[in-house]
T-cell receptor, first 115, second 117 residues
Framework: AQSVTQPDIHITVSEGASLELRCNYSYGATPYLFWYVQSPGQGLQLLLKYFSGDTLVQGIKGFEAEFKRSQSSFNLRKPSVHWSDAAEYFCAVAPSTDSWGKLQFGAGTQVVVTP | KAGVTQTPRYLIKTRGQQVTLSCSPISGHRSVSWYQQTPGQGLQFLFEYFSETQRNKGNFPGRFSGRQFSNSRSEMNVSTLELGDSALYLC????????????????FGPGTRLTVL
């Protein structure tokens, strides 16, 4: 079955430290891949997306993600986190162009930033 | 440019009632998708509308329905509410271009928080 897995439900990181959030997918072909962030009481904001080409994708707020086909992964990274990065992060996939409006989301990773 | 707006932001209903939620997409966007977010099930796709036609549908019972108007505004309706329908309902809009995410982006609204008592 098609699935999106975020293995870490909760991550605590110190301000200024690096952050890596994991995402694995299970699809027949390479889907379109996304990372969204949700702050409390807010909707989802797109951080970055991968659809083809360069496997290292740059996004907003200093985030980047690397697509690894061999590992079916699309991990999100940030070199130095800020207190404002505390939020919930969702990896999402769209299986094809025809159904790209139908995103399948992972369970999310809650990120806590400590001083 | 104004973002995606959803009304109302908060709603309290009782079991058995029905509810209608509204979503106004970004100007020029023709695709609207709806998602349900709950602590137990996470984010789940409900349906997508493009140019007044349902283009994709998720695995929800028939009590959940939607429609899109000629101005691209969309409504979703839930009839015979159940306690388990309590959730944050998010809508997202995009241009709906044929190229998909290579040329297009989904923008999410702030959501409508529905509480069923």
């Amino acid at each position: 079955a098609q699935s999106v897995t975020q293995p870490d439900i909760h991550i605590t990181v110190s301000e200024g430290a690096s952050l890596e959030l994991r995402c694995n997918y299970s699809y027949g072909a390479t889907p379109y891949l996304f990372w969204y962030v949700q702050s409390p009481g807010q909707g989802l904001q797109l951080l970055l997306k991968y659809f083809s080409g360069d496997t290292l994708v740059q996004g907003i707020k200093g985030f980047e993600a690397e697509f690894k086909r061999s590992q079916s992964s699309f991990n999100l990274r940030k070199p130095s986190v800020h207190w404002s990065d505390a939020a919930e992060y969702f990896c999402a996939v769209a299986p094809s162009t025809d159904s790209w409006g139908k995103l399948q989301f992972g369970a999310g990773t809650q990120v806590v930033v400590t001083p | 440019k104004a973002g995606v707006t959803q009304t109302p932001r908060y709603l309290i209903k009782t079991r058995g009632q029905q509810v209608t939620l509204s979503c106004s997409p970004i100007s020029g966007h023709r695709s609207v998708s709806w998602y349900q977010q709950t602590p137990g099930q996470g984010l789940q796709f409900l349906f997508e509308y493009f140019s007044e036609t349902q283009r994709n549908k998720g695995n929800f019972p028939g009590r959940f329905s939607g429609r899109q108007f000629s101005n691209s505004r969309s409504e979703m309706n839930v009839s015979t509410l159940e306690l388990g329908d309590s959730a944050l309902y998010l809508c997202a809009s995009s241009l709906g271009l044929a190229g998909g995410p290579s040329t297009d982006t989904q923008y999410f609204g702030p959501g409508t928080r529905l509480t069923v008592l």
